[in-house]
Nanobody
Framework: QVQPVESGGGSVQAGGSLKLSCTFS????????VAWFRQAPGKEREGVAT???????TYADSVKGRFTVTKDNAKNTLYLQMDSLKPDDTAMYFC????????????????????WGQGTQVTVSS
């Protein structure tokens, strides 16, 4: 059973940085798509970044150049480095995972993943 657990959220002023972590209880880097999503109050959950089996990444336009997604396969851990944070980045952040074959080996930025963490809150003040 894959059970993601996020950590690293908090409150920061605009322009600041945070680094989120997501650890998986079971994870196969050669088989899984992993991704970060966020959801602000009253808004739909949106994809922030994905990383595939080979380490290729995609980003939402709103975070390109500011956020960096990485993974440490030896530690079963996914990271999201968030720099130059803006108040619009305020949201609950979730990590997600699923078998890459489910998606035809193209990791989606839509919330179609099977395994989800409980979320970690990020609040950016102006």
């Amino acid at each position: 059973q894959v059970q993601p657990v996020e950590s690293g959220g908090g409150s920061v002023q605009a322009g600041g940085s945070l680094k989120l972590s997501c650890t998986f209880s079971e994870y196969s880097s050669s088989s899984f798509c992993v991704a970060w999503f966020r959801q602000a109050p009253g808004k739909e959950r949106e994809g922030v970044a994905t990383i595939d089996r080979e380490g290729a990444t995609t980003y939402a336009d709103s975070v390109k150049g500011r956020f960096t997604v990485t993974k440490d396969n030896a530690k079963n851990t996914l990271y999201l480095q968030m720099d130059s944070l803006k108040p619009d980045d305020t949201a609950m952040y979730f990590c997600a995972a699923d078998h890459a074959r489910i998606f035809g080996y193209i990791c989606p930025s839509t919330p179609d993943y099977k395994y989800w963490g409980q979320g970690t809150q990020v609040t950016v003040s102006s």
